[in-house]
């Protein structure tokens, strides 16, 4: 003869078993908006641009941007390159500011774009970064930074994504649950 208890067993580990699933579920669902689909600008005139540090061809990104004179001033994060763009690459009436964050981490990048948006009266910067870190790059600026905030994001290639994704979400989790100030 089957006890309550030797029934109530399997209900409760099939319980934790759906609770678990659905967590799962969640996180790539969230995974896949964030980090696959994150919502990007589309570029247009703004105080200056500012590209974060990382993979992928932002550089090349931030410097053509420069050339089509939708700001006068660009940023540059120097993790991720290996040198600053001179007015040769971007243009004599373009500003170039490069600088090593401190931490050397978005965190870093998002703080120095509050001090120098305060500095010069900046009210719009458009942000450029890869597709993976754009959802988490707004949460940090926006929480340094007060003016208009738009993302522009270069491809990752496939064979990234798994590191990426993994790497993202534990930032994100970071950026949400420990390190919630500027």
């Known amino acids: 003869m089957i006890t309550d208890a030797q029934q109530a067993r399997p209900r409760w580990r099939r319980a934790l ?19 696959v689909f994150p919502r990007i600008d589309k570029p247009r005139p703004v105080d200056a641009i500012f590209m974060l540090g990382g993979p992928g061809e932002r550089r ?7 050339r089509s004179g939708i700001a006068p001033v660009l940023v540059v994060s120097m993790p991720g390159t290996w ?27 998002a703080r120095e774009a509050g001090r120098l948006a305060r500095i010069h009266g900046w009210r719009s910067i458009l942000f450029v970064t890869d597709r993976s870190q754009d959802s988490r ?11 208009e905030v738009l993302v ?12 990426l994704i993994a790497y993202q979400t534990a930032a994100t989790v970071k950026a949400l649950v420990w390190q919630r100030g500027c």
């Open 17 to 35: 078993r759906s609770g678990v699933l659905g967590v799962a579920l969640l996180i790539a669902v969230l995974n896949v908006r964030m980090i």
């Open 60 to 66: 090349d990104k931030a410097v053509e941007l420069a």
């Open 83 to 109: 040198r600053c763009p001179d007015a040769a690459e971007v243009g004599r009436d373009i500003q170039v500011i490069c600088f090593w964050p401190d931490p050397v981490t978005t965190q870093g990048e």
């Open 137 to 147: 790059a707004r949460l940090r600026i926006e929480r340094c930074y007060d003016g």
């Open 152 to 163: 522009d994001a270069v491809g990752t290639p496939r064979r990234q994504w798994p590191y």
